[in-house]
């Protein structure tokens, strides 16, 4: 994998939510998705890891031959990548060959 080949360390960060028909609420689970309208603004990327020195790294995943187009789904996802940038991580848009 091309992370491994630049000492990155990467997990899969799978978000959604579940509803839970034993307790009646809804389970959120993913980094930063605390809420439905707070998603729609900020998605955390696929991809959430570790750099050279200590980086945070965010790579957000998209099939090959993939544009950005600006979608609402597309923005939130972009807004959590300059999130990261702005802290000094490591975050795009990665796409598979």
Do not use: C
């Amino acid at each position: 994998m091309i992370a491994a080949a630049q000492d990155i360390t990467l997990w899969r960060n799978n978000s959604g939510a579940w509803f839970d028909p034993v307790t009646g609420r809804w389970v959120r689970y993913g980094l930063g998705n605390v809420s439905a309208k707070a998603s729609r603004l900020w998605k955390s990327s696929d991809w959430i890891g570790i750099g050279p020195n200590g980086k945070f790294v965010a790579w957000e995943e998209k099939p090959g031959g993939w544009v950005f187009r600006g979608t609402a789904h597309e923005i939130a996802q972009q807004n959590f990548i300059e999130n990261v940038r702005a802290l000094g991580g490591l975050a795009d848009f990665v796409t598979k060959k």
